[in-house]
């Protein structure tokens, strides 16, 4: 009798285990989630009732971090990695090239359904932009945050709001909002950040002082918030 011998599939389950994996490209990494980034913010931006355009313009920095996802222990702990982009203090004008960064514990306020949630967040005056620059901080503690008021113009916004270190914002669902993030730790992702750039970097000479070039990776991430905001520097 000819066939498969019973021993075949173990034999090519044996081979698919010990065959060396392929190894994921660490600058594949950080380039989807500069990608990812982008397309969170063009789709943010563009709707109908987004980020008012003046407080985008009067935005230090810019925090994306795309499809935050609840953590399986823990009520209300959420984590997710981004990147950041401040408006650069060398003279040049324009967004910096970015800062990868991650967001974990705490609660990220109400996921609609429990599905993972796109999150968006203004670094509204210099306090907020020290806060960035550390290597993490609490949203809450270190640095005051509120839900940011949404619509053409800031016009609605409270007081709370407006003085406001860092404003919050919620894609889930296809539905946006201002959203509380209190307790929610932000950290520089050290290990994205020397694998996009090739070295340790440290956040004020990335996000400030220019001294890192654009990657090719973040050039559409950085192109929309050119385009969608003022490249000049807030005034005071």
């Known amino acids: 009798m000819t066939g498969t ?3 075949a ?33 063009v789709e943010v931006l563009g709707m109908p009732e987004s980020i008012p355009r003046d ?4 935005a230090e920095c810019v925090i994306v971090i795309p499809s935050v996802k609840k953590a399986a222990l823990g009520v209300g702990a959420r984590w997710g990695k981004g990147a950041a982009s401040c408006r650069r203090q060398d003279g040049h004008g324009g967004w910096s090239a970015p800062l990868m960064m991650s967001v974990g514990g705490g609660s990220l ?8 949630a796109d999150y968006v967040l203004l670094v509204m005056n210099p306090r907020g932009m020290d806060s960035l620059l550390k290597s993490k901080f609490t949203l809450g503690a270190d640095a005051t945050v509120a839900a940011g008021p949404k619509g053409r113009t800031a016009a609605a ?28 730790v ?6 994205t950040n020397e694998e996009v750039y090739g070295e340790r970097v ?22 929309a918030l050119n ?10």
């Open 157 to 184: 916004a409270t007081d709370a709001q407006m003085r406001a270190e860092i404003l919050a914002y919620s894609r889930s669902r296809g539905i946006f909002a201002g959203i509380s993030i209190e307790g929610s």
């Open 55 to 58: 407080l985008l313009d009067k």
């Open 202 to 223: 440290k956040p004020r000479r990335v996000l400030l002082e220019g001294r890192y070039a654009i990657p090719p990776a973040a050039r559409g991430f950085i192109d």
């Open 109 to 116: 306020g109400f996921q609609i359904g429990g599905q993972a």
């Open 9 to 41: 599939p173990l034999v090519t389950l044996a081979l698919a285990l010990v065959a060396p994996a392929r190894a994921e490209d660490p600058e594949e990494k950080g380039t989807r989630r500069l990608e990812a980034c982008r397309e969170v913010l």
């Open 227 to 236: 385009e969608y905001s003022s490249t000049s520097r807030p005034a005071r």
């Open 186 to 191: 932000m950290k520089r992702d050290d290990d």
């Open 5 to 7: 011998p019973a021993f």
